[in-house]
């Protein structure tokens, strides 16, 4: 008895040290799928659409989940798709999010399906590119979903697959994107516990995982200064107030708030400049001058104090010049903030999928993206998937957004894989 009861107890302890084996197996995807998503990326990249104006490619992601048998919802933030399987066993819901919308860039590679799309933005005709590599995104989550799909009786909990429209940027005078999706209820109807995102980017070589705990993009935010003075003839200038001077106060004092104003020890800031007008002729001092710029941070509590300081720094300054300064910000995306906690659960997934010298520790990213709306509702995971040609120095590659943006291929694999095992990895933490 006094054996039996050991040898009971090594078996329990080897099928407990199998199981967390299993756990840890890495999902593959086969050939014949990943010939299937390059298929999909190239459809896609050939028909690339704006932000919501994302017709064609919500039919086919439509198409591909109903035929898999999914739950699918339509229509959500204008032309948004969103996919629900449900897993064999009970457990978690976790979201995969995908970005759909290609960009107003006339594309110049030399790809056989390159995109001669055109489109109309503000008013003008446009060439239309996937310069950013959300074709290939929504690729990597059509595959992902047929992959979990195949395999939903190993399933614990269900997965919530976002296809994601106007991560660009809606057009004026319109809503949209991640913000929109949750102002409909998506995450209330659904309630992940988790979303993961992937984005493609040209600062890896193919296949590198760049990742990193807490903030990893930058809010973007847009503020607009209207300074008001008071015209006269440029050779007597005490007969009006100039607004160009005190405009140029403004740019000067504004840059106090991120060196003096702001605890920078938290997160780094930017403030700058892109548009100065005013003024139609050298001898007259004009009545207006508009100022227009951006705002870069990685701290929350940093933004809505730039935010106020930037609005007392302007007006004062003007107030003391004699013009008035009137400020509007226009508050984008969020600074993009990946869970510590989720981040490292998964940091061993990601080692797996990749390799471990293949993921590394990510710099901040002064660019934005709007995941950040998702990431602050629930814990959230996103990270970068180099795709650049091993070989070639991803530091000289055209970057996203250029119209020379190219994609290699393989990287597809590795993405498709990192979402499967995400799913899988997230549930037996549980």
């Not at 055109?118 to 074709?135: I, L, P, Q, T, W």
């Not at 705990?213 to 003839?233: C, W, Y």
């Not at 990510?362 to 959230?380: C, I, Q, R």
């Not at 190219?406 to 499967?420: P, S």
């Amino acid at each position: 008895m006094k054996h039996t009861a050991i040898s009971l107890a090594l078996v329990a302890a080897a099928s407990s040290l199998f199981g967390a084996a299993q756990a840890q197996e890495t999902v593959k995807i086969n050939a014949q799928l990943e010939q299937k998503i390059i298929e999909w990326r190239r459809d896609l990249h050939q028909h690339p659409e704006l932000s919501n104006r994302e017709f064609r490619t919500a039919k086919v992601i439509t198409a591909h989940l109903e035929e898999l048998g999914l739950e699918v919802q339509t229509g959500v933030a204008h032309t948004g798709v969103v996919g629900l399987l449900k897993g064999g066993k009970p457990g978690p819901t976790i979201a995969l999010r995908a970005d759909m919308d290609a960009l107003p860039v006339v594309e110049l590679t030399d790809v056989p399906f390159a995109s001669k799309a055109v489109s109309e933005y503000r008013g003008k005709e446009v060439g239309v590119m996937h310069a950013c590599g959300h074709d290939l995104h929504v690729a990597m989550l059509m595959g992902a979903a047929e992959k979990l799909t195949a395999m939903r009786d190993q399933l614990a909990g269900n997965v919530v697959f976002i296809f994601q429209p106007a991560e660009e940027g809606a057009p004026a005078d319109e809503e949209g994107g991640a913000e929109l999706m949750l102002k409909e209820g998506l995450f209330k109807q659904y309630a992940p516990e988790a979303v993961f995102g992937i984005h493609v980017w040209s600062a890896g070589n193919t296949g590198e995982i760049g990742y990193r705990e807490g903030p990893l993009m930058a809010s973007s935010d847009r503020f607009e200064i209207n300074v008001k003075g008071r015209q006269t003839h440029g050779s007597r200038p005490w007969g009006g107030v100039d607004p160009i001077v005190a405009a140029g106060q403004i740019i000067s004092n504004t840059q106090s708030i991120i060196s003096r104003q702001v605890d920078i020890t938290k997160a780094p800031a930017v403030v700058s400049f892109g548009i100065v007008e005013g003024g139609v002729r050298n001898n007259i001092i004009p009545d207006e001058v508009y100022l227009e710029g951006t705002i870069r941070n990685f701290d929350m509590g940093n933004r809505a104090q730039i935010f106020e300081n930037l609005k007392t720094t302007a007006e004062m300054t003007a107030k003391a010049s004699g013009a008035e300064a009137h400020v509007h910000i226009d508050e984008g995306y969020p600074v993009t903030i990946n869970n510590p906690e989720l981040t490292r659960q998964m940091l061993p997934t990601m080692q797996r999928v990749a390799g471990a010298d293949n993921v590394k520790v990510n710099a901040l990213v002064t660019g934005a993206e709007d995941f950040s709306f998702f990431a602050l509702e629930v814990p959230g995971l996103f990270v970068f998937l180099g795709i650049t040609p091993d070989g070639q120095n991803p530091a000289e590659a055209p970057s996203n957004h250029s119209p020379y943006f190219y994609a290699d291929e393989d990287a597809l694999k590795v993405g498709t894989e990192l979402y499967v095992n995400w799913v899988f990895d997230y549930a037996n933490t549980k």
